[in-house]
């Protein structure tokens, strides 16, 4: 067995037995696999081992590996595999990334999420799209402020070709799991609160190699995991 499926089967492991303990069906976590900086034949050979959905920060990198994994797929294996953005959006770069992903976890304000949907080609479906919350308050860090929250959900709820799904935050690293539990639960309230204004959101993306187990105690939906499943990476 290679070192990704064994990775991934460790990972697999770990979702597993935190599902379990917080109660909940292993089948309401989806492992988002964190493919950045590494090459498309480890992608390869984690689609190899049954993993189907792939996180991607740079878009360059990403556009060129997306192509490069679909001319490698035989058509029927590449059917279900699943891009989603997870890095930083700049306004003037909406365009590859409205045309090239499913799902975009790192919308925090309302022009980049108009243009993704201005840009979005209806023919390929809505576009599955997450908040990023700034959840621990860093003057330093993306995303919107909880505050913004309301207005920002409702907004981007009535774009015509945007799918708001929910919430994503990367909270402040912590290696307490009560600490790390705590940041999750600041962000599963708040969506807790959006549904309360009747918003239809299922999603929370959060937890990533060193803290999915409190993630998933606090009702995360998808999992970033990189390093986990990858192993070190060069840059970021
Ligand atoms: C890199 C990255 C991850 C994965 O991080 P690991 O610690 O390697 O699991 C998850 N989410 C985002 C937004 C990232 O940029």
């Given at each position: 067995m290679?070192t990704?499926?064994?990775?991934?089967?460790a990972?697999e492991?770990?979702?597993a037995?935190?599902?379990q303990?917080?109660?909940?069906?292993?089948?309401?976590?989806?492992?988002?696999?964190?493919?950045k900086?590494?090459?498309?034949?480890?992608v390869l050979e984690?689609?190899a081992?049954?993993?189907?959905?792939?996180?991607?920060n740079?878009?360059q990198?990403?556009?060129?590996?997306i192509?490069a994994?679909?001319?490698?797929q035989?058509?029927?294996?590449?059917?279900?595999i699943?891009w989603?953005?997870?890095?930083?959006?700049?306004?003037?770069?909406?365009?590859?990334?409205?045309?090239?992903?499913?799902?975009?976890?790192?919308v925090?304000?309302l022009?980049?999420?108009?243009?993704?949907?201005?840009q979005r080609?209806?023919?390929?479906?809505?576009?599955?799209?997450?908040?990023q919350?700034?959840i621990?308050?860093?003057a330093t860090?993306?995303?919107?402020?909880p505050?913004?929250?309301?207005e920002?959900?409702?907004?981007v709820a009535a774009?015509?070709n945007l799918?708001?799904?929910?919430?994503m935050?990367?909270?402040e690293?912590q290696?307490?799991p009560?600490r790390?539990r705590?940041?999750f639960?600041?962000?599963r309230?708040?969506?807790?609160?959006?549904?309360?204004?009747g918003?239809?959101?299922?999603?929370?993306?959060?937890?990533?190699s060193?803290d999915m187990a409190?993630?998933?105690?606090?009702g995360?939906?998808?999992v970033?995991v990189?390093?986990?499943i990858?192993?070190?990476?060069?840059?970021?």
């Open positions: 290679s990704i499926a064994a990775n991934l089967q990972v492991a770990t979702i037995a935190a599902a303990a917080a109660g909940r069906r292993r089948s309401s976590i989806q492992l988002l696999a964190v493919s900086t590494f090459p498309m034949e480890h984690a689609i081992a049954g993993q189907r959905a792939f996180g991607e740079y878009l990198e990403a556009v060129e590996k192509a994994v679909a001319r490698a035989p058509a029927q294996a590449g059917e279900g699943e989603h953005f997870i890095g930083p959006i700049q306004s003037n770069k909406t365009r590859p990334i409205a045309l090239n992903f499913a799902w975009v976890h790192t925090e304000r022009k980049i999420a108009q243009r993704l949907s201005e080609p209806p023919e390929l479906g809505p576009l599955n799209v997450c908040l919350v700034n621990s308050g860093e860090k993306s995303g919107a402020m505050h913004e929250l309301p920002l959900a409702r907004q774009l015509p799918r708001l799904r929910g919430l935050a990367i909270p690293a290696t307490d009560q790390q705590a940041a639960a600041r962000l309230v708040l969506a807790d609160k959006l549904r309360g204004n918003l239809a959101i299922d999603t929370l993306s959060m937890g990533m060193g409190a993630a998933i105690a606090e995360a939906t998808i970033r990189g390093s986990a990858f192993g070190a990476r060069q840059y970021d």
